[in-house]
């Protein structure tokens, strides 16, 4: 059993008691040190006498929901929250992105998304402190195009909303994130491999070019995304930040 | 106010008055012509009796002084024959056939006419009855003339002619009139009929209430009905659709457990089973709570949805094809449009083993076709598969997963963006779907 002092400490809101014993279990498992509560008192009381880095918060609560509770949270603190939800729509999942969740699981997830969702946010929020990985909402525009990492949205310069796979998104990310500069395709692959697991299949090279296909607007897509030879990839185009 | 309150309220009522009426008016309306006909006396007897009134009025003019003869023939004039006096003839003989054979006539009737200068107009009138204007000039002794003037009423026959037209008429207009208002009494009905054949299809018709009472019923009745059933699906589809998400929670259970499962073929056979309830749920939850999709419609771009969904499937070794443009946008709802989308990729990928999706531009439309080298749809089938719940045989047969609701998820879907669903067999084999969207 991993119980090194360095294992990150999980928090579970979760109100039916076997889904939580599960989650307990699943967690100590993978090397993480859970905690849990049954409703919002509950998780009050569990958040002031311990030191918690990551909430998994049910939106279904009995008493006061995850969305409320996510937003007095957020009034206190920047710890990473992820929303588990047996509602896997659209406008829920906005709600708790907007409300300034990190992430949103919908209902059934299996171990293997949860504990790579998990380890991408807490890698994230560690590296966040030096890197310049945008924490909160701020849209980023380049080229026309703007990039909203809350809502996870990206709209063309004609205002289309622009789907991308997970991975591809995570990829657009890094690479708004460090305009103008080469990042090399190992870090790449990292980066876009932090959110899900299966990603390890697809070579960067495959994703850059759906990119590509995705950003081209008449012959503008190339010197967006542009290779160098043996190295990565460089983002050419300046992001504003707003 | 008094009229109005004697307007019966029921049906058969309003029905019975009507007819009585009509049957009334028409009774009225050709006794009065009848008994008029019979009252005329035929032409014969009016003749002869034009010749008596005209040797009467000749006896008692010859008979008195000169001077007074113009007010005596005042006096003995009646509202039917008008007699006059004149120094002088006022009529002129034309010779006419007709003419002449009533001058005749009037001194067969009359002898004492025989040796008498008389002369004759009759004008027959054009229209029916057609009756005549008979003026006869006889002159007296002295030289001077007395005229009658009188009308010959037609013959009996034509008079019986006539009001059997005017009986016919009047009983077509009676007819007509009771045709409008019988017209005016079943249009409720006609309205109810309509509305229960859209209610059919589906849509929510208030029809108003009114008209006679029963009718009135009727249609209350009808708008009750329509109520309880909309209220009665509501709580159906409520009810299921929190089952559906009630379901999600040990369904998480489920497959949190499976991760524990140490045999690996166990444990992917067990994640398996959840995902195909999962994904039942999902179909299930999408059809019910698609009417009420609270997600805005925005400019969307097809073409990335289109390629995340095909590359998804290569991505899980499927193989899937994309081919057309890199950017179209529509206006739609992009997690609804991209549910459909994916709907009709996976069905070529389950049922046809591969999906060639194409995105092309028909003038001011999106068309979007998936295409598969499957079995295709039997014809007579192309229209079922999209009813809710329906599974072709073959699938059943192959106990494949699903509940039937993917292509009728599409059709909703596309319905509420403005666009259509086209299925059709391809005719190398094989199906194409398209999904046509107004392009902006």
Known sequence: ?242 | MKLLRLWPQRLVGQVTLVLMLAVALEFIGSSILFENSRLYPNRDNQIRRAAEQLVAAETIMESGPANERVAEAAMISNRATELTWSPLPHLVDRNRPAENQLKDRLREAEPALRDRDLRLNADTDHALPRDTYLKAAVRLRDGSWLTLKTKIRAAPWAVLLSSVGSAFILGLGVIAAAALVLHNLSRPLRTLAEAADKVGQGAHVRISESGARDLKLVAEAFNAMQDRIAGLLTTRTEALAAVGHDLRTPLSRLRLRAGFVKDPEAREALEADVDEMTAMLDSLLAYLGGQEDPEPQRRTDLAAIAMTLVDDATDAERQATYAGFDHLPVHARPVSLKRAVSNIVENALHYGGDAAVSLTREGRTAVLAVEDNGPGIPDNELAEVLQPFHRLDSARARNTAGLGLGLTIVQQILHREGGSLVLKNRPQGGLRVEIRLPAL
Request: contains cysteine; aromatic residues 4%; glycine residues 8%.
């Open chain 1, 1 to 242: 059993m991993a119980t090194a002092p360095l294992a990150p400490s999980v928090l579970i809101v979760e109100d039916d008691p076997a889904l939580r014993t599960l989650l307990m279990r699943l967690l100590r498992e993978e090397g993480f040190q859970p905690l849990s509560a049954g409703h919002g008192a509950e998780m009050a009381r569990v958040l002031e006498t311990n030191k918690v880095d990551l909430i998994l918060l049910d939106v279904m609560l009995p008493g006061s929901n995850g969305f409320d509770i996510c937003r007095s949270i957020r009034r206190e603190s920047d710890v990473p929250i992820v929303m588990l939800s047996a509602r896997d729509d659209e406008t829920d999942r906005l709600i708790g992105l907007e409300l300034g969740a990190d992430d949103y699981i919908g209902k059934p997830f299996s171990k293997k998304e949860l504990i790579a969702r998990i380890r991408a946010i807490l890698r994230r929020t560690q590296a966040g402190a030096q890197s310049s990985q945008p924490r909160g909402h701020q849209q980023m525009t380049f080229a026309g195009w703007s990039l909203d990492p809350g809502r996870r949205e990206l709209l063309s310069p004609d205002g289309a909303f622009v789907d991308l796979s997970g991975a591809e998104f995570d990829l657009l990310l890094a690479f708004v994130s460090s305009p103008q500069r080469v990042i090399g395709r190992e870090r790449l692959l990292e980066m876009s491999r932090a959110r899900f697991s299966d990603a390890s299949d697809r070579s960067i090279d495959v994703l850059v070019s759906r990119l590509r296909r995705k950003l081209a607007v008449t012959g503008q897509a190339e010197s967006l995304l542009r290779t160098v030879r043996g190295v990565g990839y460089i983002f050419t185009a300046p992001v504003e930040r707003r």
